[in-house]
């Protein structure tokens, strides 16, 4: 049975142009997809990656979600362990501070290649898991007899 890995890009749109960092994370996000592609292909895991828009009034009311990297529905960095902070961008963003990701001390305002990558292996190791792995349980259901089974 083949999985999918799903990963999915948000950024602003204002009149078809975007941020400099966000046009930058999609070239590095179009780098990661083939890279993980490729390391993925012996394993029975597809990846799929969805572009999706935010509308200025969007981008306005939450500015962090442009330029948010979800993999599996989880936030890029939660799958790192880093997290968001932001700082100004450029014209298309207007006065609101944009995205950034801080992972090990290390601040980025385009997201690089290398981490999409990593926090995709972490998310595949996690989709090749069988359901019941790691459970104390039979078959992994649980009992009134063991507190910390799978349920």
Same mark, same amino acid.
């Given at each position: ?68 990297? !979800?993999?599996?529905? /989880? &936030?890029?960095? %939660? ?5 968001? +902070?932001? #700082? ?36 595949? !190791?996690?989709?090749? /898991? &069988?359901?019941? %792995? ?5 078959? +992994?259901? #649980? ?9």
């Amino acid at each position: 049975m083949t999985r999918t890995l799903n990963i999915v890009w948000r950024r602003v749109l204002d009149g078809g142009a975007t941020c400099p960092r966000c046009s930058g994370t999609e070239r590095e996000l179009e780098k990661a997809a083939s890279a993980l592609t490729a390391a993925l292909e012996p394993l029975p895991i597809s990846v799929v990656v969805e572009k999706r828009e935010i509308s200025r009034d969007a981008f306005e009311k939450d500015p962090l979600r442009s330029n948010e990297i !979800l993999i599996e529905r /989880r &936030p890029l960095e %939660e799958w790192l362990g880093a997290r968001t +902070g932001q #700082s100004p961008c450029c014209d298309v963003c207007g006065p609101l501070e944009c995205r950034t990701l801080e992972v090990a001390g290390e601040t980025y305002e385009t997201i690089p290649a290398e981490l999409i990558v990593r926090a995709g292996m972490i998310a595949a !190791l996690e989709l090749s /898991r &069988p359901a019941n %792995e790691g459970c104390c349980c039979p078959g +992994g259901t #649980s009992s009134a007899q063991a507190d910390s089974c799978c349920g």
